[in-house]
T-cell receptor, first 111, second 115 residues
Framework: QQQVKQSPQSLIVQKGGISIINCAYE??????FPWYQQFPGKGPALLIA?????SEKKEGRFTISFNKSAKQFSLHIMDSQPGDSATYFC??????????FGAGTTVTVRA | DADVTQTPRNRITKTGKRIMLECSQT?????MYWYRQDPGLGLRLIYY???????NKGEISDGYSVSRQAQAKFSLSLESAIPNQTALYFC??????????????FGPGTRLTVL
């Protein structure tokens, strides 16, 4: 049983558009919410992360929005580029350093 | 990330065979992890180790065992491989941090096929 539910499974967006990926969790003990990006043939790599004491974090074209009361968080990719085509995983962790990952979203950016 | 290496990168084996996947890291991290990735299921934790003398089961440890030979080496074994262990396996490392915010660094993965 996955502790972090991620949707959609895949999405296609035009170049310059906005990609939105949503995640939900149940365990209120989670206190760390990273997003990992994985390109084909590579291991996942940390993209951006947030703690529950803030509602939004932005790094370049990537923004995490966090809603603690709803136990949901999302990744927004603004001005999507073909180089953003990858699989994105949300995750949640506690102070024991283990991460629970979502199922992943494959993003395809069409030129 | 070249700092975390996995061998072999690809392996095809038969049902019932014992197989070992190896992971080495030059990052100097204490913590190491083994995950498997399956389509639609994401990454699931098999085992993790917070130091050489500390080994812990993850969410899907049945059918797997691990060995932490040194700070830099963490091996995953399938004692008797079965077809539903066909998957992409990742090793990851992280350094001791605070509050569960340490970044995990993943190796390039091993694609295992069990016939």
């Amino acid at each position: 049983q996955q502790q972090v539910k991620q949707s959609p499974q895949s999405l296609i967006v035009q170049k310059g558009g906005i990609s939105i990926i949503n995640c939900a969790y149940e365990n209120t003990a989670f206190d760390y919410f990273p997003w990992y990006q994985q390109f084909p043939g590579k291991g996942p790599a940390l993209l951006i992360a947030i703690r529950p004491d803030v509602s939004e974090k932005k790094e370049g074209r990537f923004t995490i929005s966090f809603n603690k009361s709803a136990k949901q968080f999302s990744l927004h990719i603004m001005d999507s580029q073909p180089g953003d085509s990858a699989t994105y995983f949300c995750a949640a962790g506690k102070s024991d350093y283990k991460l629970s990952f979502g199922a992943g979203t494959t993003v395809t950016v069409r030129a | 990330d070249a700092d975390v290496t996995q061998t072999p990168r690809n392996r095809i084996t038969k049902t019932g065979k014992r197989i070992m996947l190896e992971c080495s890291q030059t990052k100097g991290h204490d913590r190491m992890y083994w995950y498997r990735q399956d389509p639609g299921l994401g990454l699931r934790l098999i085992y993790y180790s917070f130091d050489v003398k500390d080994i812990n089961k993850g969410e899907i440890s049945d059918g797997y065992s691990v060995s932490r030979q040194a700070q830099a080496k963490f091996s995953l074994s399938l004692e008797s491989a079965i077809p539903n262990q066909t998957a992409l396996y990742f090793c990851a490392t992280s350094e001791t941090g605070s509050g569960g915010t340490d970044t995990q660094y993943f190796g390039p993965g091993t694609r295992l096929t069990v016939l």
